[in-house]
């Protein structure tokens, strides 16, 4: 067999450029100061729900409030997970399971102390009709729970009607549908026109396999997003006032 | 019918593994002998979003699409291709619309054949139809309707069957992103296993019955769905050394088509196949460089090393400056072949294969533990506990993580990332027990309360 020297053939750019922080390194510098506080993060931090619940009952029994808690100590946590994912430092499982322990936290909250906290705003989040194929959705969903968006999650092969009824229930910021097939992409037109029908002019933001930016550029309310990351970022910019042809030349790549 | 498991390797030596050779060719189609000598395109499209609409509109895309690619392959003057119709939903749900398309390509080709001699054939992979709104239903209404859509593309026409079955899938989904290697092991190795042994006993006598061929299947949902995740080396969604762990148990997965009576070619995105290929001796096909317009591909070159088909996975039906895409693609998948089968001709055929392999060795280890040597080590400490379909899953992803920390010392390069993310998978996969049953009653009761696992999906 022959062999050769790799190195004149191909660049291995993620060992090249690796950071020389580890991400524990970079999330110490991070933590809030409040030993409470910093408790609660840092278990958000390491995705521990355990660790999450009970270092919230900790920071209580010490006098602090459970709202306060919420906004201060678990979404802030979470922000730190976000940013270091933003900035190339963690991966997308360690975000998925720190949300998962945020969530988990939440919940503990409202359960015990009655409390909830404000969501940054509400986005509805589906897989097209005919199409089963559903990862690319929970990837999105939690990374917009990561980010303070509520998200009503209406699941996979999910009829045009059923869409419809949720937007005009929920009334959220945003709609994100994924499609993996040519054929089933095809729902993105029927939801755009059936929104417009109804004066709803909310932003559809679509992904999946299949899905390219000229196709969802046919349609007024369509948003195309190739990376799930980008989701939260385009319910920031929504919040923060930008109109479907402003995010199309802020998120369309190509 | 009786599983026919692999305990000893089908090549006793791996040198001998080569392209458009196999130890058991596939007659198959008009005159087409796939694995015997030489390799032929595998051109595989998707249809426009429009052509969805109707029946008819579907039937016409696909003669178009049919005819597009055999005037290509004459005016080009290339020997042999294959077609393979991958279903959309409506041609697996409307079993009759999938017959009718089989049908209509079939005498395209059987035109082309008869005033040309193109050898051709036809494969139709039904779409895993089995998954519900809410859940998998492996076994239930569903499954009835997509073996009614076998016998149909069968006796309509389609010279091949495949399918990408679902198997494992909602409980693969939840353990990827949570970096659970003991759950993808279960996911891929167990219910994987246990659902592709179900279907293709099945499949293989609906393709007994109607003479022609059970041709296997792929893990694309699990495998392919980790590799897309990892992405490429800068992507930070998911370890590449966790894709690594998934992609060595899809191998004894994917084989358990084989043992329930599949004779290949297996199919095109299964980057597994080299592995089976070593153990089974049937002939696949691939995907790499030519597939680069369905999914960007870390191998693209290594994954022509022991093809049979050489495929692009999936392109959709539109016009390009050279003429339509499915014309553009079959024409490059084309030239590979005939640069393929020069070097067999020229004895040159071993070369030409550690080249392509050696230029993707070490661009990841995803690539590195496919590689033919180490395949075939893979596929080695598959058949050591081969008929035991825990252990060898778990064999064979020990014996992959082993590979790239051994290559990790040579000229692969891992990123410290990888590095810690390889001594996590190691420690996890040598704490699990060495007991199926205790094993599978562990993972039965973990998944217990996630929503959308049914184990009587799996026969429990």
């Known amino acids: 067999m022959i062999d050769i020297n790799p190195q004149r053939i191909l660049v291995r750019y993620n060992v090249k450029v690796e950071k020389e922080m580890t991400p524990e390194e970079v999330a110490e510098k991070l933590f809030p100061v409040e030993e409470n506080i910093r408790e609660v993060a840092k278990a958000?931090?390491?995705?521990?729900?355990?660790?999450?619940?009970?270092?919230?009952?900790?920071?209580?029994?010490?006098?602090?409030?459970?709202?306060?808690?919420?906004?201060?100590?678990?979404?802030?946590?979470?922000?730190?997970?976000?940013?270091?994912?933003?900035d190339g430092v963690l991966y997308?499982?360690?975000?998925?399971?720190?949300?998962?322990?945020?969530?988990?936290?939440?919940?503990?909250?409202?359960?015990?102390?009655?409390?909830?906290?404000?969501?940054?705003?509400?986005?509805?989040?589906?897989?097209?009709?005919?199409?089963?194929?559903?990862?690319?959705?929970?990837?999105?969903?939690?990374?917009?729970?990561?980010?303070?968006?509520?998200?009503?999650?209406?699941?996979?092969?999910?009829?045009?009607?059923?869409?419809?009824?949720?937007?005009?229930?929920?009334?959220?910021?945003?709609?994100?549908?994924?499609?993996?097939?040519?054929?089933?992409?095809?729902?993105?037109?029927?939801?755009?026109?059936?929104?417009?029908?109804?004066?709803?002019?909310?932003?559809?933001?679509c992904g999946g396999g299949a899905v390219t930016q000229d196709f969802v550029s046919q349609y007024e309310l369509g948003l195309y997003c190739e990376e799930a990351a980008d989701v939260p970022k385009i319910a920031d910019a929504i919040i923060n006032g930008l109109n479907i042809s402003q995010l199309r030349k802020e998120f369309h790549k190509h | 019918m009786s599983l026919k498991r692999y305990n000893k390797m089908a090549y006793d030596d791996l040198e001998d593994m080569v392209f458009g050779h196999s130890i058991y060719p596939v007659k198959t189609g008009f005159d087409l002998e796939i694995g015997a000598g030489y390799t032929s395109a595998e051109v595989n499209y998707a249809p426009r979003p429009a052509a969805g609409e109707s029946k008819e509109k579907l039937i016409a895309e696909y003669q178009k699409i049919t005819t597009d690619v055999l005037q290509r392959m004459v005016q080009v003057g290339f020997p042999s291709v294959v077609l393979e119709t991958e279903h959309v939903q409506q041609m697996t749900v409307n079993p009759s619309w999938g017959a009718e398309i089989a049908h209509e390509q079939k005498t395209i080709m059987e035109e082309f054949y008869d005033e040309y001699g193109i050898k051709c054939a036809l494969r139709h992979t039904p779409a895993d139809i089995r998954g519900g709104k809410e859940s998998l239903d492996l076994r239930g209404d569903s499954y009835g309707m997509l073996l009614e859509s076998f016998e149909e593309v069968a006796s309509n026409g389609a010279d091949m069957l495949s399918i990408e079955s679902l198997g494992g899938k909602s409980v693969f989904d939840s353990s990827i992103l949570r970096n659970d290697i003991s759950g993808v092991l279960f996911s891929i190795g167990i219910l994987g296993t246990l659902d592709v042994e179900f279907i293709w006993e099945d499949i293989s006598k609906i393709a007994k019955k109607h003479d022609v061929v059970a041709a296997g299947d792929t893990d694309c949902s699990q495998a392919n769905t980790a590799m897309f995740i990892a992405g490429g080396l800068l992507d930070r969604k998911l370890a590449h050394t966790l894709a690594v762990v998934t992609r060595a148990v899809s191998a004894p997965r994917s084989l358990a088509a084989y043992e329930a009576?599949?004779?290949?070619?297996?199919?095109?995105?299964?980057?597994?196949?080299?592995?089976?290929?070593?153990?089974?001796?049937?002939?696949?096909?691939?995907?790499?460089?030519?597939?680069?317009?369905?999914?960007?591909?870390?191998?693209?070159?290594?994954?022509?090393?022991?093809?049979?088909?050489?495929?692009?996975?999936?392109?959709?039906?539109?016009?390009?400056?050279?003429?339509?895409?499915?014309?553009?693609?079959?024409?490059?998948?084309?030239?590979?072949?005939?640069?393929?089968?020069?070097?067999?001709?020229?004895?040159?055929?071993?070369?030409?294969?550690?080249?392509?392999?050696?230029?993707?060795r070490y661009r990841d280890s995803q690539a590195f533990i496919l590689a033919f040597d180490n395949a075939y080590r893979i596929g080695e400490s598959i058949v050591k506990d081969g008929n035991d379909i825990y252990l060898r899953a778990k064999n064979a992803?020990?014996?992959?993580?082993?590979?790239?920390?051994?290559?990790?010392?040579?000229?692969?390069?891992?990123?410290?990332?990888?590095?810690?993310?390889?001594?996590?998978?190691?420690?996890?996969?040598?704490?699990?027990?060495?007991?199926?049953?205790?094993?599978?009653e562990e993972n039965m009761d973990k998944f217990s309360t996630m929503e959308n696992f049914i184990p009587k999906n799996y026969g429990y």
């Open chain 1, 44 to 86: 958000i931090f390491e995705g521990d729900e355990d660790e999450v619940v009970e270092s919230i009952q900790n920071a209580i029994n010490n006098g602090l409030d459970p709202l306060n808690l919420i906004n201060n100590a678990l979404m802030v946590g979470m922000e730190i997970v976000s940013t270091l994912y933003d």
């Open chain 1, 92 to 205: 997308l499982p360690d975000v998925i399971i720190s949300a998962q322990a945020m969530m988990e936290g939440i919940e503990y909250c409202k359960e015990h102390f009655g409390q909830d906290h404000e969501y940054k705003g509400k986005i509805v989040s589906y897989v097209v009709e005919g199409d089963i194929h559903d990862i690319g959705k929970k990837i999105v969903t939690v990374l917009l729970r990561a980010k303070g968006y509520e998200v009503v999650d209406l699941g996979k092969d999910v009829c045009v009607e059923e869409v419809i009824a949720a937007v005009k229930k929920e009334k959220p910021i945003m709609l994100t549908g994924t499609s993996l097939m040519t054929t089933t992409m095809i729902g993105f037109k029927d939801v755009n026109s059936r929104l417009l029908e109804s004066d709803i002019n909310v932003p559809v933001v």
């Open chain 2, 261 to 360: 009576g599949a004779v290949g070619p297996g199919k095109d995105c299964g980057y597994e196949n080299t592995i089976i290929k070593a153990i089974a001796g049937v002939p696949i096909s691939q995907e790499g460089k030519g597939s680069t317009c369905a999914h960007s591909d870390l191998m693209g070159n290594l994954a022509m090393q022991c093809c049979d088909l050489w495929s692009n996975e999936s392109v959709e039906y539109r016009g390009e400056f050279g003429g339509t895409s499915v014309q553009c693609w079959g024409e490059t998948l084309s030239y590979d072949c005939s640069m393929m089968n020069t070097a067999i001709e020229a004895g040159y055929a071993k070369v030409f294969r550690d080249v392509f392999m050696v230029s993707d």
């Open chain 2, 397 to 440: 992803a020990i014996e992959a993580c082993n590979i790239v920390d051994e290559g990790s010392r040579g000229q692969l390069e891992l990123s410290r990332f990888e590095k810690a993310s390889l001594a996590k998978a190691i420690k996890s996969l040598h704490s699990l027990t060495d007991e199926k049953d205790v094993f599978i």
